[in-house]
């Protein structure tokens, strides 16, 4: 206790605050008795002289303590709550600063831990609006930094360590935090201290459920303020470019806070990722062994662009860029060398990111894109039916594009008559000239009076020239909506994940019923070829036999899981955001008692982990404890190839 006290009141003197130490000395002098101690007697003489000093009574334990808070929160006030002088006093405002800051500095440098602990807690117990948020953020992440901390620690971290939560802080203190970061963007009128604050933010919550909970929770609350709207949507904003998972399923459609314009200022992690991929897949080299290695890579970026998708489109110039320069090759080297997969991959990507691709901002880059796509049409004219299902898919993207309406149809408008000679000759030419998304394609009108009418508008003169139905082709819906007497073009896209929103045709209806009418084995496995050789041209009928797939990954023939398996992940590489119900029964197969099931999950592993990847600690936790508990069962192998592919989205 004495060594306290003697702490208490050299920290009085350190940092010259005699008022307070003398004032604070006659609540000592109220507890000391007739004897002094020899520790205190030069130390107190030394401060405070002509009083009378006492040894400790049994009250003294607690009196000590309200100093050292006290004198805590009046060194804090020094530090956190500079006296500024006048605006127009730039000299003295900046000294002012100055001092603050050593302050802090010797605060920080010379307390105990749990000084500084308390003093924390202090800070962060509620928001105190007299406080600056500056000194107080400033003051936070100089206490994450204090060298004595990391003395005699392994400066060479582990690639997979993560930072240590050195603040720990409540729920509550996360709050105020999320306030105080707030307020310093406002007082400045600049998003740029939002961007400084993010590891700050990141260590805090440091990925855990309550803490990230209560912090989003505390900004959406925010965000319904008009006065710092803008800058609580930044803060989401950047937390979404660097931890994307953190928002996953935490901001309501409705809210005003969906959309969020991802810009291109700041860094992502998912640029690494994105570029990665798209470098790998623009590497072309011949040979079969080479084009399977290219669909672990699309099967990786059709996962990524399927959940963000506006972060994958930052790098939409690269995949644009890597798509030019390829046509000049005579067609058979440029098959061979797995050309025409990069374009078809390309533009599998292009009709996953719809609508976010029709963006004002990424109009330029697109039209460069889609060009490629047109010499591609234009330089093997001659063998455009050895790529019909590539031209097809691309004249349903334009359809699509078209069909957006206001501005957006204008570029597309645009772009169509710059290069109508090329669609003209395709629509005329034998076998090309029946293709049913081309010739809607030319019965529309492009004419300029598009940059005039409003989207609703552009969009109803676009189909009552002709109403054709695209869904017999398995790529577009249209239909017409009358409801509340607007009329409204609702494409329904390939990707949809709902089955529900697809019209089933009698393709679709034979293909249910030789399922569920199966009697046998053999009778079942023909019935899922069907299906299996149906979805070559039209993946997206998949959904429709989503429940049958995943039930058949349990039967007791290999060839029909085989054929269930095949179909599965072919559904979910074209439409990777219906994992969530595939997972579940999946997780079932592993843990299935029969072994000949088990080992069918197994060899599918690597593919459904990285379309699973949200929950790949869980999917790779199950396989690991099957093989650590599972007898037999050898997992070794199966787990190191999901993890090699997950390694390869970051290049290693």
């Known amino acids: 206790m004495f060594g306290i006290l003697i702490n208490i009141l050299v920290f009085s003197l350190e940092y010259n605050l005699l008022e307070e130490g003398r004032r604070l000395g006659l609540l000592v002098l109220n507890a000391l008795e007739d004897q002094r101690h020899p520790h205190l007697d030069?130390?107190?003489?030394?401060?405070?002289?002509?009083?009378?000093?006492?040894?400790?009574?049994q009250h003294l334990y607690r009196i000590i303590r309200q100093i050292e808070h006290i004198l805590r929160l009046a060194?804090?006030?020094?530090?956190?709550?500079?006296?500024?002088?006048?605006?127009?006093?730039?000299?003295?405002?900046?000294?002012?600063?100055?001092?603050?800051?050593?302050?802090?500095?010797?605060?920080?440098h010379g307390q105990h831990c749990a000084h500084l602990q308390s003093t924390v807690s202090t800070v962060l117990s509620v928001f105190k609006p007299d406080l600056d948020p500056t000194a107080v953020l400033d003051f936070l992440t100089a206490c994450i930094h204090i060298p004595r901390l990391w003395q005699g620690r392994d400066q060479n971290l582990g690639k997979n360590s993560k930072p240590e939560d050195v603040l720990n802080l409540s729920d509550n203190s996360i709050k105020v935090l999320s306030e105080y970061v707030i307020a310093e963007a406002r007082e400045a009128c600049d998003k740029k201290c939002i961007e400084v604050r993010v590891p700050l933010i990141l260590q805090c919550i440091q990925d855990k459920e309550t803490k990230s909970a209560a912090f989003l929770q505390q900004i959406i609350l925010q965000a319904e303020d008009k006065n710092v709207n803008e800058y609580a949507k930044h803060v989401l904003l950047m937390l979404y470019m660097k931890l994307p998972s953190l928002l996953q399923g935490r901001l309501q459609t409705g809210s005003g806070l969906g959309g969020l314009a991802v810009n291109g200022s700041s860094e992502s992690c998912v640029d690494l990722v994105s570029y990665t991929l798209l470098t790998s897949l623009a590497n072309t080299q011949p040979g079969r062994e080479w084009s399977l290695k290219m669909q672990e890579y699309e099967t990786c970026a059709r996962k990524?662009?399927?959940?963000?998708?506006?972060?994958?489109?930052?790098?939409?110039?690269?995949?644009?860029?890597?798509?030019?320069?390829?046509?000049?090759?005579?067609?058979?080297?440029?098959?061979?060398?797995?050309?025409?997969?990069?374009?078809?991959?390309?533009?599998?990507?292009?009709?996953?990111?719809?609508?976010?691709?029709?963006?004002?901002?990424?109009?330029?880059?697109?039209?460069?894109?889609?060009?490629?796509?047109?010499?591609?049409?234009?330089?093997?004219?001659?063998?455009?039916?050895?790529?019909?299902g590539l031209i097809d898919r691309f004249v349903n993207f334009l359809n699509t594009w078209l069909a957006r309406?206001?501005?957006?149809?204008?570029?597309?408008?645009?772009f169509l008559n710059t290069h109508c000679q090329v669609l003209i000759r395709m629509a005329s030419t034998h076998g090309t000239d029946k293709m049913a998304s081309l010739r809607y394609l030319m019965s529309c009108s492009f004419s300029s009076m598009e940059h005039q009418k409003p989207e609703s508008e552009s969009l109803s003169s676009t189909t009552a020239t002709n109403d054709i139905s695209m869904k017999s082709e398995g790529k577009e819906g249209v239909e017409i909506n009358t409801e509340k007497d607007d009329?409204?073009?609702?494409?329904?896209?390939?990707?949809?994940?709902?089955?529900?929103?697809?019209?089933?045709?009698?393709?679709?209806?034979?293909l249910m019923a030789g399922i569920n009418n199966a009697d046998s084995s053999d009778s079942l496995a023909n019935?899922?070829?069907?299906?299996?050789?149906?979805?070559?041209?039209?993946?997206?009928?998949?959904?429709?036999?989503?429940?049958?797939?995943?039930?058949?990954?349990?039967?007791?023939?290999?060839?029909?899981?085989?054929?269930?398996?095949?179909?599965?992940?072919?559904?979910?590489?074209?439409?990777?955001?219906?994992w969530r119900a595939v997972l579940p029964a999946y997780i079932g197969a592993l843990q299935c008692e029969d072994q000949g099931i088990i080992d069918s999950a197994l060899k599918n592993l690597p593919d459904l982990a990285i379309i699973c990847q949200e929950e790949a600690d869980h999917l790779l936790t199950t396989v690991f404890r099957l093989g650590l508990y599972g007898g037999r069962v050898s997992v070794t192998s199966y787990l190191s190839d999901a993890i090699n592919l997950l390694n390869n989205q970051i290049g290693r």
């Open 527 to 578: 019935s899922l070829q069907d299906v299996l050789k149906a979805s070559m041209s039209k993946p997206e009928i998949l959904t429709h036999f989503q429940e049958e797939l995943c039930y058949n990954i349990c039967h007791d023939r290999e060839n029909v899981r085989s054929l269930a398996y095949t179909c599965v992940l072919r559904m979910l590489r074209q439409m990777p955001r219906v």
């Open 75 to 108: 060194v804090l006030a020094q530090v956190l709550v500079p006296a500024l002088p006048e605006a127009g006093d730039v000299d003295a405002r900046g000294q002012e600063v100055q001092h603050s800051r050593r302050v802090q500095v010797r605060l920080e």
């Open 487 to 510: 009329i409204s073009l609702q494409i329904a896209a390939s990707a949809t994940p709902s089955a529900a929103n697809q019209r089933v045709d009698k393709e679709v209806e034979l």
């Open 304 to 388: 990524l662009m399927s959940a963000h998708p506006d972060l994958f489109l930052r790098n939409l110039p690269l995949l644009v860029a890597s798509l030019q320069g390829r046509t000049q090759l005579e067609y058979l080297p440029f098959r061979i060398q797995n050309h025409l997969s990069l374009f078809t991959i390309a533009l599998g990507l292009l009709e996953l990111a719809r609508p976010q691709i029709f963006a004002p901002q990424h109009s330029q880059h697109l039209q460069t894109g889609l060009a490629c796509f047109i010499q591609m049409c234009e330089a093997y004219f001659s063998r455009k039916d050895a790529f019909y």
């Open 405 to 414: 309406g206001g501005k957006t149809a204008a570029d597309a408008t645009n």
């Open 42 to 57: 030069t130390l107190l003489v030394t401060s405070f002289s002509g009083l009378r000093y006492h040894i400790f009574t």
